[in-house]
């Protein structure tokens, strides 16, 4: 057993090559920061007006939207909401096909199983619970729901992975996690963020087995699924990051921010590569995503709007009003010919 | 504890509404928390990199590649996308 002066001693130890292996990956990086995304993207041309318009409004949920998630079959919408209520919409009609009332309120999570055949939600409740969707619209889905993920804090932001069998997670108690829906087993959890965690997104199938986490330690870390080791992190914002999204390559991802930034990271230069903000945007960003080419970054803000970025040049390309409160979520349809916004209004929008 | 719980943080929720969470590993054992802080550094300073002006290179490729691809950003016409009206046609 160490002595007290022994245990201090190799605490500092440590505690100095902590700070010189910071110092070094600080320097590795440095090295091959040789130009700016923005300036490499001068040669290509900026891109027109943009004209988009809100299609469709979805009105149902009596308060706050918090989530929201597309099927893959491109019309389908999930949504979760303050005030307990999960519906699932047709976006084309915007009728609205199934209800769910969660026994919790402030529903943070739902996502839509890849068969398109359940939906995943949860909030306050700490767990994630899956809902099979039932033809017959007179059933009672509440009565087939399956608890799967349990956390000792609320649940943040859910995610089926390949399939309907496995579902990720992330929470309020700073840790990520992934579950056999099946058996409801824990099967790795995933330990690195000090602080609540907000948001995961799952790399695209080919780039193989990582996920993306952001949270209120102002980290967005990466991680391997299988080992659950953090592989690379990064810590540049000033405020909680509130949602991480893919690029759709695979190669980087983005980040919206309580301090009122976007940012881009690329995994394979590691390091940040782009900022996008502007003085007059001091508002968080509260979600973004990617067009399909991955031109575009769809953010959705504080203050009602929803900011259009060029990635690759950093400029804003259009500013988007018709919310009338926070707009809490945003994401692009499977096919891109869409994206959709939720929001505190209540509501949620799809626009084109 | 955590330095920040976002839902009280923001006032959101009043702090006895929401299940408290145990103390977690930070803080409570200094020794084995600086010994995983620096494993995991060193995991992190070990990874193979690339230039940046090379990541820009093949993220700007890519978005050129899948132009023509991306509805939003070539803008296609209503005929073929199913969130915008069709005009409207008579019949004769």
């Known amino acids: ?352 | 504890m955590w330095n920040s719980f976002k839902f009280v943080k923001e006032g959101w929720i009043d702090s006895y509404m929401v299940s408290k969470m145990s103390s977690k590993m930070v803080g409570s054992n200094n020794l084995a928390h600086a010994k995983r802080m620096v494993q995991q550094l060193r995991v992190e300073a070990s990874i193979e990199r690339i230039k940046v002006s090379k990541a820009s290179a093949d993220l700007m490729r890519y978005c050129g590649e899948n132009a023509k691809y991306d509805p939003l950003l070539m803008g296609i016409p209503a005929s073929e996308n199913p969130f915008k009206d069709k005009k409207p046609c008579t019949i004769l």
């Open chain 1, 1 to 352: 057993m160490l002595c007290k002066k022994n245990q201090g001693e190799t605490t500092n130890t440590l505690k100095a090559e902590s700070e010189s292996l910071k110092a070094k990956l600080e320097e590795e990086r440095a090295k091959l920061h040789d130009v700016e995304l923005h300036q490499v993207a001068e040669k290509i041309d900026a891109l027109g007006q943009f004209v988009m318009k809100t299609r469709r409004t979805l009105k149902g949920h009596g308060n706050k939207v918090l989530c929201m998630d597309w099927c893959r079959d491109k019309r389908r919408i999930v949504s979760s909401s303050q005030d307990g209520k999960v519906i699932v919409w047709d976006a084309y009609t915007t009728n609205k096909e199934h209800a769910v009332t969660m026994p919790c309120t402030w529903v943070m999570a739902c996502a839509y199983a890849p068969s398109g055949c359940a939906v995943a939600c949860g909030g306050l409740d700490n767990k994630c619970s899956v809902y099979p969707l039932s033809l017959d619209k007179n059933e009672n889905l509440a009565a087939k729901k399956k608890s799967v993920a349990m956390h000792t804090n609320y649940l943040s932001s859910c995610s089926f992975t390949n399939s309907d069998m496995q579902i990720l997670t992330s929470s309020g108690d700073g840790t990520c996690a992934l579950w056999d829906v099946e058996s409801g087993q824990l099967l790795q959890s995933f330990h690195g963020h000090s602080a609540d965690v907000l948001s995961l997104d799952l790399a695209p199938s080919e780039t193989g087995n990582t996920f993306v986490s952001g949270g209120c330690d102002k980290k967005a870390n990466v991680w391997d699924m299988r080992s659950g080791q953090n592989v690379q992190s990064f810590e540049t914002h000033e405020s909680d990051i509130n949602n991480v999204k893919y690029y759709p390559s695979g190669d980087a991802f983005a980040t919206g921010s309580d301090d009122a930034t976007c940012r881009l990271y690329d995994l394979r230069a590691d390091r940040e590569v782009a900022i996008y903000s502007k003085d007059s945007i001091i508002f968080g960003a509260s979600s973004v995503d990617f067009s399909l080419s991955g031109r575009l970054l769809f953010a959705g803000y504080n203050d009602y709007t929803i900011n259009v970025w060029d990635v690759l040049k950093g400029t804003r390309v259009a500013i988007l009003f018709g919310h009338e409160n926070r707009v809490s979520t945003v994401r692009v349809s499977p096919d891109g010919t869409a994206f959709c916004s939720g929001s505190w209004d209540n509501t949620l929008r799809i626009w084109a």
